[in-house]
C-alpha cells in the first residue's frame, strides 16, 4: 500500500479552503502551516500569469526525515505514510533541516499562548482570551478538536517539530482527509497508487504529472496534474 494525493490544479480555485481545513482539524497553532501553498506571479504587464500550487507532507516513500531522526520519531507505517511519535521527539530538528519540501514546523514556544492573556482585545468593549476560554471551559483554545488526539497530541508541545498526517486519524475511520472533504471543486483526490483501480492511480496513468523537486530522490507521494496557471487580462 502506498497512500498519496493527486492534485489537479487545473480544478484548484486557490481558495485556501484546504489549509483551512487542517487547521482547524488538526489544532495548529499560529505560524505553523502543515497544509500551504506557493504563489508564483511571472511575466511583464500585459502578458502576467499567476499560479498556485497547494503543498504538504509527500510522505515520501525515501522519506528524508525517517532517515536523519536519532530517536525514531519520524517512521513509516504499513500504510505507506510518514508519521511521528511526538512522544520520542526530542527537538533536535534533524527531520525539518533534512525536508527539502520545508512543510516540517518546530513548536519554538508554547502553542496557542495568546489565549492565556487576560487583557481584553478591545478595553471596556470585548472579554479577554483566557477569560473566553474559562467561559466554554476549555484550557487551550475554545475551537480545538478533541478528535485529533485519537492518534497523535492534540496540541503538541513546545520544543517539538510536527506536520501533517494525512490525517491519519480520519483515515483510521474510513474518511478522507480533511483537506479533501474540504475542497470545493473536488481538486484533490487521495488513495493507493499501488492499487490500479484506485481513482488516485488512474489519474496520474491518463495524466501527465509532476512532483515538487524530484531531483532530492525521496520519491514523493504528491502528485500534480494539470496547470493552474492563469493568463492575467486588462
Same mark, same amino acid.
Given at each position: 500500500? @502506498? /497512500?498519496?494525493?493527486?492534485?489537479?490544479?487545473?480544478?484548484?480555485?486557490?481558495?485556501?479552503? *484546504? !489549509?483551512?481545513?487542517?487547521?482547524?482539524?488538526?489544532?495548529?497553532? !499560529?505560524?505553523?502551516?502543515?497544509?500551504?501553498?506557493?504563489?508564483?506571479? %511571472?511575466? @511583464?504587464?500585459? !502578458?502576467?500569469?499567476?499560479?498556485?500550487?497547494? $503543498?504538504?507532507?509527500?510522505?515520501?516513500?525515501?522519506?528524508?526525515?525517517? %532517515?536523519?531522526?536519532?530517536?525514531?520519531?519520524?517512521?513509516?507505517?504499513?500504510? =505507506?505514510?510518514?508519521?511521528?511519535?511526538?512522544?520520542?521527539?526530542? =527537538?533536535?530538528?534533524?527531520? %525539518?533541516?533534512?525536508?527539502?519540501?520545508?512543510?516540517?514546523?518546530?513548536?519554538?514556544?508554547?502553542?496557542?499562548?495568546?489565549?492565556?492573556?487576560? %487583557?481584553?482585545?478591545?478595553?471596556?468593549?470585548?472579554? #479577554?482570551?483566557?477569560?473566553?476560554?474559562?467561559?466554554?471551559?476549555?484550557? $487551550?483554545?475554545?475551537?480545538?478538536?478533541?478528535?485529533?488526539?485519537?492518534?497523535?497530541?492534540?496540541?503538541?508541545?513546545?520544543?517539538?517539530?510536527?506536520?501533517?498526517?494525512?490525517? !491519519?486519524?480520519?483515515?483510521?475511520? =474510513?474518511?478522507?482527509?480533511? *483537506?479533501? $472533504?474540504?475542497?470545493? #471543486?473536488?481538486?484533490?483526490?487521495?488513495?493507493?497508487?499501488?492499487?490500479?483501480?484506485?481513482?488516485?492511480?488512474?489519474?496520474?496513468?491518463?495524466?501527465?504529472?509532476?512532483? /515538487?523537486?524530484?531531483?532530492?530522490? $525521496?520519491?514523493?507521494?504528491?502528485?500534480?496534474?494539470? #496547470?493552474?496557471?492563469?493568463?492575467? /487580462?486588462?
Amino acid at each position: 500500500m @502506498r /497512500l498519496g494525493m493527486v492534485i489537479d490544479l487545473q480544478k484548484c480555485v486557490g481558495c485556501g479552503g *484546504c !489549509d483551512l481545513a487542517c487547521k482547524t482539524e488538526n489544532n495548529t497553532a !499560529d505560524g505553523v502551516k502543515w497544509s500551504d501553498h506557493i504563489t508564483k506571479t %511571472e511575466g @511583464r504587464f500585459p !502578458d502576467v500569469k499567476y499560479s498556485y500550487i497547494p $503543498t504538504m507532507c509527500n510522505h515520501c516513500t525515501n522519506a528524508a526525515c525517517v %532517515e536523519v531522526c536519532p530517536t525514531g520519531a519520524m517512521y513509516k507505517d504499513k500504510r =505507506g505514510l510518514t508519521l511521528q511519535d511526538n512522544d520520542k521527539c526530542i =527537538g533536535c530538528r534533524k527531520c %525539518e533541516r533534512a525536508c527539502p519540501y520545508g512543510v516540517i514546523s518546530y513548536n519554538k514556544q508554547v502553542p496557542h499562548r495568546d489565549w492565556q492573556d487576560d %487583557e481584553a482585545l478591545v478595553a471596556g468593549a470585548t472579554a #479577554s482570551p483566557h477569560a473566553l476560554l474559562k467561559k466554554v471551559d476549555i484550557k $487551550t483554545f475554545p475551537y480545538m478538536n478533541p478528535e485529533r488526539g485519537d492518534t497523535y497530541p492534540e496540541v503538541r508541545p513546545r520544543r517539538t517539530t510536527e506536520k501533517c498526517t494525512l490525517c !491519519d486519524h480520519r483515515l483510521d475511520k =474510513g474518511l478522507s482527509p480533511a *483537506c479533501v $472533504t474540504a475542497c470545493p #471543486s473536488g481538486a484533490r483526490v487521495f488513495g493507493d497508487f499501488d492499487d490500479p483501480s484506485s481513482e488516485a492511480a488512474r489519474l496520474i496513468k491518463m495524466n501527465p504529472s509532476q512532483q /515538487l523537486n524530484i531531483d532530492a530522490g $525521496t520519491k514523493p507521494n504528491v502528485y500534480y496534474i494539470r #496547470s493552474f496557471n492563469v493568463k492575467t /487580462l486588462y
